[in-house]
């Protein structure tokens, strides 16, 4: 029997759903298990073999990546359903039909066609269901209900343990793999990629960013034993070119099948660009022999949207929200504020969770950031903003370093900072702000600013 598993039952009002969820196992917790995800769709009719899957893996660029391979395949005329996380603003975002979230009232509906099997695979489980493995059973059902073309779908952590393993990717790609959620996948990159590896199956078309040398043993090795196809970037596919342009940046891709000119990228940074790369070649992957047609990779690639990734969210003085929350998205963020951006000064908003790298993801933005204000988001996970600050003086230096334990508190202070900028040298009027450290963070700080704006 279960150890007193959260009721499952249905509700009347999304926000009825939204506790009912929060109620369960947080998506932090894992039990490296198989089992209760797999009854729960068992029970559900096992809906995530009733479309093809682009199964998406990796530590950094899953979501943005994603939300490119969408953008591509709606454009081919393909209904695709699209399931990320963690969300930005709202829980309803995680579960995306025809390029757009659920509304509050699909979301709804979307709990309550699995919330009573839910509670009969609490009944028969040691463990109830986690809040995670809930939320895939729904994007699953969701999809079959539609039902979808595809589902492009992002693991939540690692891969082979991770719920949304269940499916059996027709396509698994594997982004960059660096170091992040170690207390859970290991210490070294070679040890995160042997259990990211696991979305791939046997048949599987496996589309790999660049790794190192002892990741990409392992993707081939894994590739190898169970008789998938690999297509390497930098030998099958990659960027050719990249300039960076007004809002984003122009590219020439190399796709497995064709070669795709003036590709304009409405995001920042080169991980952005090798993204891109990643996306047009998983979606030839998934399509077929044909190179796709060169208007319509233009045109999709014009309209991909990554909310808080390198977003401008205020001007005057710029306000840039990025959820990097480890050292590798911190460095390649760094690279792209020096490739499409001129703050000067640039001050950092940080809030991190306790269970981060921070001390790596502090030292990887300390020679962009003149100054940084150590703040906290709204979590029980959330670092203290005093013990932030101390990490910080040590990397930062003690005359850098402010504090300012509430949000709202801390971007003020950065934005009059910036609005200084002679305080950090001869720079006035040309500051800027960057919110980053948490998913969480951005999310928080994208919702109080978008009001101001709206005010």
């Given at each position: 029997m279960s150890e007193s598993p959260p009721v499952s039952q249905s509700v009347t009002r999304y926000a009825e759903a939204?506790?009912?969820?929060?109620?369960?196992?947080?998506?932090?917790?894992?039990?490296?298990?198989?089992?209760r995800i797999a009854a729960l769709t068992e029970l559900l009719g096992e809906p995530q073999r009733t479309y093809p899957v682009i199964h998406l893996t990796g530590t950094n660029g899953k979501t943005s990546t994603s939300r490119m391979v969408d953008t591509l395949v709606r454009a081919l005329d393909l209904r695709a359903g699209r399931f990320t996380s963690p969300h930005v603003e709202s829980m309803t975002e995680r579960i995306c039909l025809d390029g757009e979230p659920l509304t509050e009232e699909q979301f709804l509906e979307a709990y309550n066609d699995v919330a009573s099997i839910a509670a009969l695979a609490d009944e028969d489980s040691a463990h109830p269901l986690s809040f995670f493995e809930m939320v895939v059973g729904m994007a699953y059902s969701a999809f079959a209900t539609a039902p979808v073309d595809v589902a492009v779908v992002e693991v939540g952590m690692g891969g082979a343990w991770d719920a949304t393993n269940v499916a059996d990717a027709s396509v698994a790609v594997i982004l960059p793999v660096a170091v992040d959620h170690s207390a859970y996948l290991g210490s070294r990159p070679v040890d995160i990629a042997r259990e990211k590896v696991g979305i791939i199956k046997p048949g599987s078309r496996v589309v790999c960013a660049a790794q190192g040398d002892d990741v990409a043993a392992v993707v081939a090795d894994r590739v190898a034993e169970v008789g998938a196809t690999l297509y390497l970037e930098g030998r099958d596919f990659g960027v050719i070119q990249r300039v960076p342009a007004v809002g984003g940046q122009m590219l020439r891709l190399q796709g497995l099948r064709a070669e795709y000119d003036e590709v304009f990228l409405p995001l920042y940074g080169a991980h952005q660009g090798q993204n891109a790369a990643v996306a047009l070649a998983a979606v030839e992957a998934f399509?077929?022999?044909?190179?796709?047609?060169?208007?319509?990779?233009?045109?999709?690639?014009?309209?991909?949207?990554?909310?808080?990734?390198?977003?401008i969210i205020r001007r005057s003085p710029a306000i840039v929200l990025d959820a990097a929350h480890n050292p590798h998205g911190a460095a390649a963020v760094v690279h792209a504020l020096d490739d499409s951006f001129s703050f000067d000064p640039l001050i950092g908003v940080v809030a991190v969770m306790a269970d981060k790298d921070y001390q790596g993801l502090l030292a990887a933005f300390e020679p962009a950031m003149a100054a940084i204000v150590c703040t906290q988001n709204g979590t029980p996970r959330a670092l203290p903003a005093d013990r932030l600050a101390d990490v910080a003086r040590g990397i930062f230096g003690t005359d850098r370093v402010y504090v300012a334990p509430r949000l709202d508190d801390a971007i003020e202070q950065a934005a009059t900072l910036a609005e200084e900028g002679g305080v950090f040298g001869e720079a006035i009027g040309s500051g800027g702000v960057l919110i980053t450290g948490s998913v969480v963070t951005v999310g928080e700080a994208r919702t109080m600013l978008k009001r101001r704006n709206r005010a």
């Open positions: 939204e506790r009912a969820l929060l109620a369960r196992w947080p998506e932090t917790r894992l039990e490296p298990s198989l089992d399509v077929g022999e044909d190179p796709l047609d060169a208007g319509l990779v233009r045109a999709a690639f014009e309209e991909v949207t990554s909310p808080g990734r390198l977003e």
